[in-house]
């Protein structure tokens, strides 16, 4: 049976942001970038989706697969018996 005092050095502690006006502007800048970034990821999600829809896209995955292999033209690792 574990004491009092392990199990209160087993709880992880919550790290304190340091605020410093240059730590406060790295922050920020980060969180930045990650909005922006967050933004380029979906847009190209979106762009992927309506590609994925196309008849040319649908047809040449049935052919990939039937030779085993992606859509980059790499080999399969794993098989699906969906053809």
Not at 23 to 43: M, T
Not at 56 to 65: G, L, R, T
């Amino acid at each position: 049976m574990k004491t009092f005092k392990q199990f209160l050095e087993a709880i992880p502690v919550k790290k304190k942001h340091d605020k410093s006006p240059e730590a406060k502007a790295k922050r920020k800048k980060a969180k930045k970038l990650r909005l922006q970034n967050k933004g380029k990821i979906k847009q190209q999600q979106k762009k992927q989706a309506l590609i994925r829809k196309t008849s040319a896209y649908k047809n040449k995955k049935k052919q990939m697969d039937k030779q085993g292999k992606t859509m980059s033209g790499k080999k399969k690792t794993t098989f699906t018996n969906k053809v």
